[in-house]
């Protein structure tokens, strides 16, 4: 028996329909905060009546795992494919970073929600709360797990991640990656995130004082490499006595 072709495509557009209400729901989170938005509010930024609203999502509750579950998908698209053999170690990772980079630029509007909800403390619904099965982590644990398998997989050579294990490099490359995401978001997200990939890169092989070897060292004045000299105090010059 053949398939109906319009029950298939009608599937589609419904993925398609939640996931633009998911993306909406995050400008109205973001705004609000998860305890103050309800369903209405949501339902007017998507540019729904609240009851067609609820034909694709029960609860401000449900909308709020799928953006979690969303991300989650999204994360894992960005370590695929795996790393090509032959390019140099630098190249593959930065190769992985500019994807996943130009995916939070993408995906702006659902970090803000987290970013928002996270800093000012409000009550985000637990995993596994209401009958719902528990979703992976989308926060750090997920993303090093997988950065650290990656790493493994990556790194070709002993001195590629100069003999640090690939879980404790994962961290490091998470907190530098972290750091300029959150200044990317509190600062307007002015430009592409991407273009900061090799800046990253030089941060996590090199550290704060260090320049990667085909870079030239910045032209900023810094600490002289040599030792000051102590200066001497000024002498005071003698005056005559009266006699």
């Known amino acids: 028996m053949r398939t109906k072709p319009p029950l298939r495509r009608r599937d589609v557009e419904f993925a398609r329909t939640r996931e633009d209400i998911l993306i ?5 989170l973001g705004r609000s905060g998860f305890g103050s938005v309800s369903m209405q509010d949501i339902a007017a930024e998507v540019g729904f009546t609240a009851p067609a609203l609820y034909a694709y999502f029960p609860s401000k509750e449900e909308i709020f795992f799928e953006l979690s579950a969303l991300l989650q998908r999204e994360l894992a698209d960005t370590f695929q494919p795996p790393p090509a053999a032959g390019q140099p170690f ?3 990772l ?3 970073l500019g994807r996943q980079l130009e995916w939070a630029n993408r995906r702006r509007d659902v970090f ?21 099965a528990p979703i992976m982590d ?13 790493l493994r997989q990556a790194a070709e050579k002993p001195d590629d991640l100069g003999g640090c294990p690939p879980e ?19 600062g307007g997200s002015a430009g592409r995130l991407a273009d900061e990939t090799e800046r990253i890169l030089d941060l996590f092989f090199h550290g704060v004082r260090g320049a990667a070897d085909d870079q030239p ?3 900023r004045p810094g600490p002289s490499s040599q030792p000051s000299q102590p200066r001497r105090a ?3 010059p003698r005056t005559s006595r009266a006699s």
């Open 24 to 28: 909406a729901a995050a400008r109205a």
């Open 90 to 92: 630098r190249r593959r």
């Open 94 to 96: 930065s190769i992985l």
């Open 112 to 132: 803000l929600v987290f970013v928002a909800l996270r800093a000012g403390g409000d009550a985000m619904p637990c995993r596994g709360q209401a009958g719902h």
């Open 138 to 150: 989308t926060g750090p644990r997920g993303h090093i797990s997988a950065m650290a398998r990656w």
């Open 168 to 186: 404790e490099a994962a961290y490091f490359l998470f907190g530098i990656c972290h750091g300029f995401l959150l200044r990317w978001l509190q």
């Open 217 to 219: 060292r910045s032209s």
């Open 234 to 236: 000024a002498r005071r």
